[in-house]
């Protein structure tokens, strides 16, 4: 009996299980809040010079102290970070006296002595009533540091990661969860009352961090609680949250223009998911492992009794648990590390395409999501387009991947938002319609090729090193997040260059990936050895590169492997048309190799 099979004894879809995936990913509506958080918070404001120290006692008009303040740049527009060394009286007598957009033109050009913002800067705050850059007046010179913000929280998520992947294997899923929500709410609290802009970063990275390990062990629990048979429904329920999340974000931030209460706003559901987390049964699957056979026979007769099978759940008996886990068991005591993804020459290859897809996916992802204000457009109805389009990018990237297959999908949505976001170069600042219309399409392609990237990966890494090759990938992705805010300062020198290099690099992943093998109807690898053994599908034919037989049981245990392992992969897409026709994929096979 396997500990499936134990599941469906005490109700493998039952209250509790409804219960328990309800209340684990409510806290995943807000995690997309986090992470776009620094589009609202930061959000740059009109700015200009603060006018003369001399002139404040003066009774001259706002539009009058900045006529004789600030100069006007190429556009016609205030300088943003210059002014007049000295008023410039006469700039204001020729205003009375005649057109004042010919004299101010004419007269206050780059001839005059001009000097920084010496006395500060004056913020036109009819959008918002502030937010970080004018409380901390991050411009001009200071303007990298909100980059950095956004760079020093994507380093808390790479941080969080790791560190909590590693305690939740050693202390259990459910204490993860609970000390993650705790402190996501008291760093989001502190980050939100904060009186510096350095503090503001460090609550920000441990905000980062504690949204690692909330997101891991909630899916991991999730994951472990929940039946092979509806696991494809909740991934894909799951994975939309984060759009829903996108959704909220931009609804929430609409109604509250200050940057602490926003961020308090989007903080503060963690504290309600901390006190109801204290509810959750840790994974059966996971004591058993430890060696706590007696609390995951408690945690199942519990189970039983929420789903009003007490009687049921009677019947489990310790012998019958440890039997249903004695192949993971065994499994378990196998040693790989991060090295085996190199050592072979399948492996290799394959490790550095897939680090490159992931990596230029979240990088470009990142630098389009993260830069609302470039495109002209209220950033609050952008917010709304940009998260709306993840629904339909991730509806027909999942029909294309189950009839075009893997590799041409990852190909063409990488190559497409490449495509897209070059475009956009192109397009005057003036367009402004059509330059939104591009970033939407850029946009959509990226989510899309996130859903793509997530079940390739876990299809294409054998079961042995499967968690340390998606959690190699990951880390890719969550450097490209940290590195793409930090691109978008070389507008400051080469206006088009953070463009050229989001939209490059999709295309140049896109290229690469051409050299990852098909997967589609290709049983799951168990073994590095499997890898290398694999079937490849090159242009609709299957290439087999070492001619191996494949015996009726190992083609069946592959069958019961592919099912049983998809979820994790499936978790950001629902592909409900794999789980219908695996029965045909594994007949398929077994037509091929009779025996």
């Known amino acids: 009996m396997a500990f499936g099979d134990l599941l ?193 970063c460090l609550f920000r990275f441990v905000c980062g961090m504690a949204l690692s390990g909330s997101g891991l062990n909630s899916l991991s629990l999730i994951l472990e609680w929940i039946p092979t048979r509806v696991r494809t429904v909740v991934g894909t329920g799951t994975g939309y949250c984060y759009t829903i999340g996108q959704l909220i974000l931009a609804a929430i931030a609409y109604f509250t223009r200050d940057w602490r209460r926003l961020t308090l706003a989007v903080s503060l559901p963690f504290y309600v998911s901390f006190l109801y987390s204290w509810w959750f049964l840790e994974s059966a699957r996971w004591l058993v492992l430890k060696n706590k056979s007696e609390q995951a026979l408690k945690n199942l007769k519990s189970v039983a009794r929420i789903n009003g099978r007490s009687e049921e759940g009677n019947k489990i008996d310790l012998e019958m648990l440890q039997e249903s886990m004695k192949k993971e068991l065994s499994c378990s005591q196998g040693s790989y590390s991060m090295l085996d993804l190199f050592r072979t020459p399948t492996m290799r290859t394959m490790t550095i ?40 990018a991730k509806v027909v990237i999942t029909l294309s991947m189950c009839f075009a297959g893997r590799r041409p999908s990852q190909c063409a949505a990488l190559i497409m938002a490449g495509v897209a976001i070059l475009l956009n170069l192109v397009v005057p600042y003036e367009k402004q319609t059509a330059r939104t219309c591009l970033a939407v399409v850029g946009k959509g392609c990226l989510a899309a090729s996130f859903s793509c990237c997530y079940l390739y990966a876990g299809e294409l890494f054998p079961t042995v090193i499967r968690q340390s090759g998606m959690g190699w990938v990951s880390m890719m992705a969550r450097i490209g997040a940290m590195v793409a805010p930090m691109v978008l300062l070389l507008d400051d020198y080469i206006p088009w260059l953070p463009g050229l290099i989001y939209g490059g690099a999709p295309i140049l992943s896109g290229v690469a990936a051409i050299f990852l093998p098909e997967t589609l109807g290709v049983p799951l690898p168990d073994t590095i050895q499997d890898v290398e053994d694999r079937v490849w599908h090159i242009g609709g034919k299957e290439n087999n590169v070492h001619n191996v037989v494949r015996t009726e049981t190992r083609i069946q245990e592959e069958k019961r492997t592919y099912i049983q392992n998809n979820f994790f992969y499936y978790q950001m897409q629902g592909i409900w048309e794999e789980l219908q026709n695996v029965t045909k994929k594994g007949n398929s096979i077994l037509a091929r190799y009779p025996g």
């Open 8 to 200: 469906e004894q005490v109700g493998a879809t039952g209250r509790f299980q409804v219960l328990h995936v309800t209340f684990l990913c409510l806290p995943m509506f807000m995690m997309a809040s986090q992470n776009l958080l620094q589009n609202f918070v930061a959000a740059v404001p009109p700015h200009y010079c603060s006018e003369h120290r001399n002139l404040s006692q003066s009774q001259l008009s706002p539009e009058e102290a900045l006529l004789i303040t600030v100069p006007l740049d190429k556009s016609g527009k205030p300088e943003r970070c210059q002014r007049y060394i000295a008023p410039q009286w006469h700039l204001l007598a020729k205003n009375r006296t005649s057109n004042p957009e010919e004299e101010e033109n004419t007269d206050s050009g780059f001839d005059v002595d001009l000097q920084g913002c010496t006395d500060g800067w004056s913020y036109n705050m009819t959008e918002m009533t502030s937010t970080i850059i004018s409380d901390w007046h991050l411009v001009c010179d200071l303007r990298p540091l909100k980059q950095m913000a956004q760079t020093i929280y994507m380093g808390g998520v790479l941080v969080g990661s790791i560190v909590f992947g590693s305690l939740a294997d050693r202390y259990g899923r459910r204490i993860l969860v609970l000390i993650s929500n705790l402190v996501m709410a008291i760093g989001g609290t502190c980050a939100a009352f904060s009186t510096s802009f350095s503090l503001f």
């Open 353 to 392: 395409c897939l680090s490159a897809v992931w990596l230029s996916t979240s990088f470009a992802y990142y630098g389009l999501a993260m830069d609302l204000q470039k495109f002209g457009v209220d950033i609050y109805l952008i917010q709304v387009i940009f998260g709306a389009v993840d629904i339909p």
